[in-house]
């Protein structure tokens, strides 16, 4: 579990393709100062589990079904986010780390507000001033459209995470709400 609230951006530095799989080295400081062996970082929003650690890398394995259904396989710089324990604050929602589909960033508007483009599937996840999660940053819904949602990032976001860099056209990792997720399970099985 994590809250969406980066550490700190590190750097794929080696990709090493595997036949289902791929092997990436991710070089970083912060999340390395008590990472280990098995220890959860989500990595762009995605929970990986740490199988290697050098003085300044981590090492994750990611299988064929997360490089298909992320935009790990392209990924240079990344968030990263260590799991919380039972003394972490919850700074920012209730995150995962199962990326539910890959968005597209469309549009940088006025005041840092950028529009995401969002697979249809996850459109009725999405509700002004809800949570959602794009590439492991916990961020507020400002507007939901049928097709896209926007967000308004804070100065210290766009300095702080990938999202300051991240290219109109990029894809992001999209994660919403588990709750709206559950609810609507519920409904369903009550109906």
Known sequence: MFTGIVEEVGTVVVREDQAD??????RARKVLEDVALGDSIAVNGVCLTVTGVTND???VDVVAETLARTSLG???AVNL???????TRL??????GHVDGVGTLLERGEDAVVR????????????????????GISLTVVEAAADSFTVALIP???ARTT???TAVGDPVNLEVDIVAKYVERLMMSTG
Do not use: C, M, N, W
């Open 116 to 135: 995401v483009g969002t697979p249809p599937e996850l459109a009725p996840y999405l509700v002004e001033k809800g949570s959602v999660t794009v590439d």
């Open 156 to 158: 210290t976001t766009l």
């Open 57 to 59: 890398t981590f090492t």
């Open 163 to 165: 999202l300051g860099r």
């Open 21 to 26: 799989a791929a092997r990436l080295q991710i």
């Open 91 to 96: 700074g920012g929602h209730l995150v995962q």
């Open 81 to 87: 986010e260590r799991a919380v324990t039972p003394a």
């Open 74 to 76: 392209g990924a240079g």
